[in-house]
């Protein structure tokens, strides 16, 4: 048992240098991730801002949570392109032939999302902080919004990998993850929900993005998470379990 285990995770490191090497010999990955939501970001507080932050404080601060999650819900889409091509490449069966760890390889791709979308995610932040963002919030407090994103990543990933397993066109691969970018609008990330019609204020309320981004909001700035945290990571947590379960069985069927 002991001996599969490191097994396990010195193929999965095998295959997570072999994803990471080709993100770091095409960066357009990572460039293409980055760029969308700074783009956003410079839209929303150049332009828009002064009517969407009325009220808001420094709107900066209270957009950077929605444009996190933006920015990995556009990256995970690459996740899916990537594991679209080694099915349909035949690689993942030269796998099979080989003596590695089963999933090792969908592990290896699920890490190097993980790590290149934390990447991305540091350059947000680099540039935000040139636009003025700022956060009074201490180590712990950083250390959980890491967290919870790096949950998000994960959940979002193994819903990436369903796709990427059973889509039948590169397309179908990445369009997935359309709804999940633009998911953010509809929520607290960029305007309060009290702006909201009734309907979509409902809606808004109700769904993942808006407990995720509270509760991150409330984290950077010192201020009391409530109830927001446990929903925010009831959501996070029941995704990942219910896809992983059906990437999985996907995986397997496609092994078989």
Request: glycine share 8%; aromatic share 12%.
């Amino acid at each position: 048992m002991e001996a599969t285990r490191n097994y396990f995770f010195s193929d999965v490191g095998v295959m997570l240098g072999r994803s990471m090497r080709h993100i770091f010999r095409s960066m357009d990955t990572i460039i293409t991730v980055t760029l969308t939501p700074i783009a956003m970001m410079l839209l929303f507080v150049y332009v828009f801002g002064g009517a969407l932050g009325a009220g808001t404080g420094n709107y900066v601060n209270y957009m950077m949570p929605g444009i996190w999650l933006m920015a990995i819900a556009s990256g995970i889409a690459y996740t899916s392109y990537r594991l679209f091509v080694d099915v349909r490449g035949g690689v993942f069966e030269r796998f099979h032939s080989m003596p590695i760890s089963g999933s090792a390889a969908l592990w290896g791709h699920v890490f190097t999302s993980l790590v290149s979308n934390a990447i991305s995610l540091l350059v947000i932040i680099l540039v935000a902080l040139l636009m003025g963002f700022r956060s009074s919030a201490g180590m712990l407090n950083w250390l959980a919004v890491a967290g919870i994103l790096a949950l998000f990543t994960l959940s979002l990933t193994w819903v990436a990998v369903i796709a990427g397993l059973k889509a039948q066109s590169v397309d179908g691969a990445g369009a997935f993850a359309y709804p999940l970018i633009f998911l953010p609008f509809i929520s607290s990330a960029f305007v309060p929900t009290d702006s909201m019609p009734a309907a979509v204020r409902v809606f808004a309320e109700n769904q993942p993005v808006t407990a995720i981004v509270d509760t991150i909001r409330a984290l950077l700035s010192e201020q009391p998470v409530g109830s927001d945290i446990w929903i925010a990571l009831a959501w996070c947590l029941g995704i990942l379990v219910v896809a992983y379960f059906f990437a999985m069985r996907a995986y397997r069927r496609r092994a078989a």
